[in-house]
């Protein structure tokens, strides 16, 4: 008797891992047939990597958010829908680019990033000019508030600087993490400190 429900309980479990196989690759054949047809304005998907699962998105114009906190699904979503369509998909293929340019960033083996941005959800006006002044700065190589204020044209802006880089819808491929307080210290960071020291780390742009 035991070893029949043992088996029973087997053939179950194989039964509900097949189904949840099959509606995944059904979900993903949907997507990329919707994605193919002009049906998805903006596709997303839930990365790994080694800050913690990554909410990624893009529109049609290219990558439009990274966002360190992917159990907040139902937020990210809304204001996608809200701000720029309401056809929004999970479509992870949509992001390969992406994804494969962050595996690499993170191995060690790339120090910039190929991928267009789609500023839409960035503050207008001096807003983007800090955050396409911040995209230009090298890899490995930091800044301070106050040198990418006046790269955007207002070098006594420095708080309203530090604003928009934390109000940054994509960090890392935008290296908001590259900017530091005069002197070294940290400053702030929208994805927390750690995950910022991190960044730093990897890119050896910390000082001893």
Known sequence: MTRARS??????????????????????????AASARGAVDVA??????PL????????RRGLVEIGYH?????AYLAELAGRLSPRVL?????????????????????????VPVDWALAREGFGRRI??????????RTLSYRQVATRAGSPDAVR???????????????????????????????????RKRFLLELEGALAD
Do not use: K, M
């Open 70 to 74: 992917p159990r907040d699904l139902d």
């Open 131 to 140: 955050l396409r002044a911040t995209a230009r700065i090298p890899y490995g």
């Open 90 to 114: 999970e479509a992870p293929q949509r992001l390969d680019p992406v994804r494969r340019q962050l595996d690499e960033y993170f191995a060690g083996g790339r120090r910039e990033f190929d």
């Open 7 to 32: 088996l029973e309980d087997e053939l179950r479990r194989a039964a509900a891992a097949s189904v949840a196989e099959d509606a995944a690759a059904a979900a993903e054949r949907f997507a990329a």
């Open 160 to 194: 309203a600087a530090g604003s928009a880089l934390g109000a940054n819808p994509v960090p890392i491929v935008v290296p908001c993490h590259r900017v530091l307080r005069t002197g070294g210290a940290l400053g702030g960071y929208g994805g927390g400190l750690d």
């Open 52 to 59: 913690g699962d990554l909410f990624l998105a893009a529109s």
């Open 44 to 49: 997303y998907a839930v990365e790994p990597s």
